[in-house]
């Protein structure tokens, strides 16, 4: 029975990352239902570990559940984008502060280390350039975990964690609208810059504002869409 359980808690955790994947990558649109049979085939797995995969990424808002519709890929809204870009600016920008503060050299290296590997890539897509690069965006998430791990608190970097991987969506439409173009790698410099030089207010303003132009830039989508969910 134990072997049974650890089988399909795996074969969950498979499920979730391909769903996740499928829905970050734009396989399924906002809106859209997610059939059983059509998650099953994608899959590859009886409908037990998908069911447990939705579970999941329900609870991380990734997909609701409507008692007629059963479960849908969540939409996206201007409200919830101030939301989570308030939440960020606020959590992520003190965890920086106390890591610029607690911070040893191993710290510094991880943050030079991960930078580094961060530039060393193109963000975009060859053959569609207002895609982001999966692997850029691994390293992408790395380099501002890096920034965050000496914080002190493994609580605060769970809350960063989750909160950076809910406004997932939301960068991604960023890099895909006509006119976003802006200098993310230059902000992610002086992000790094402020942080090793230690200057702990100033990386954590750097960070909000870094976080801003990203809302910023999506603002002016929603408003168009007439402030409505997508």
Known sequence: MGEKRVGTRTLAGEAYETIRQAIRAGNFKPGDRLRFADLQALCGMSVTPVREALTRLTAEGLTVLDDHRGYSVARLSLEELRDITAARQLCESEALRLSVARGDADWEARVIAAHHLMVRIPQARDDIPSAMRE???????????????????????EICEKLFSRADRYRRLSVSLAGAARDVEGEHRRLMERALARDGEGAAAALREHYGRTAAALEGFFQNENGGPV
Do not use: Q, Y
């Open 135 to 157: 692997d850029w965006e691994a390293r992408h998430a790395a380099f501002h975990a890096a920034l965050i791990s000496a914080c002190g608190s493994p609580i605060l970097l």
